[in-house]
């Protein structure tokens, strides 16, 4: 069964692929303002918002008024109303959200769920152009040259590349931990 995916056209994630926020969390280090880009990227869905509120109350991390309104009201706020709000919450502010820490979180996800696509290098080849065709992901996208002696079957040359995959995600995660 292939994971269901947005309709909707976004910038950094053509195949429209949601990440729940419980693995996202647990991938990589989350701030208001990488909220905010996934949720206009439908990468998460709106209800993060109170995942994530709960997190930084728990956490005594951030102006609790803000969290509990976001938390009492995120579902009938606006798009720019919770872009506001995420705003106020960012200590912070960056001109742009760290795109490779949704490449990263879009390729482990893919990976870890791999059986739920019919072809997870393609989706991983999405992921690659939304994100500007990164050098370091190139090792395991079919179209690209490879340094490597030619396999003789497509097989033997897409357990190669899904080998690559794994050791990218590994190591992408081991990084995005030291991070948080």
Known sequence: MEFQTSNGHYAYNTYGIT???????????????DIKFAIHQGIFCKEVVEDYALDMLEQNSGDADILVDLILNYCNMSLEELDST?????????KETAHMKFCDLLLAWVYQNQNSYSDPLLVAEFIY??????????GFIRYMPTQDSVPESKELCEQRMMERWEEYVRSRMAYWKKQM
């Open 86 to 94: 995420l705003d106020i919450l960012q200590s912070v502010q960056y």
């Open 129 to 138: 152009e939304d994100f500007d065709a990164p050098k370091e992901v190139s």
């Open 19 to 33: 990440v729940p926020y419980s693995f996202a969390k647990n991938y990589i280090p989350i701030c208001p303002a």
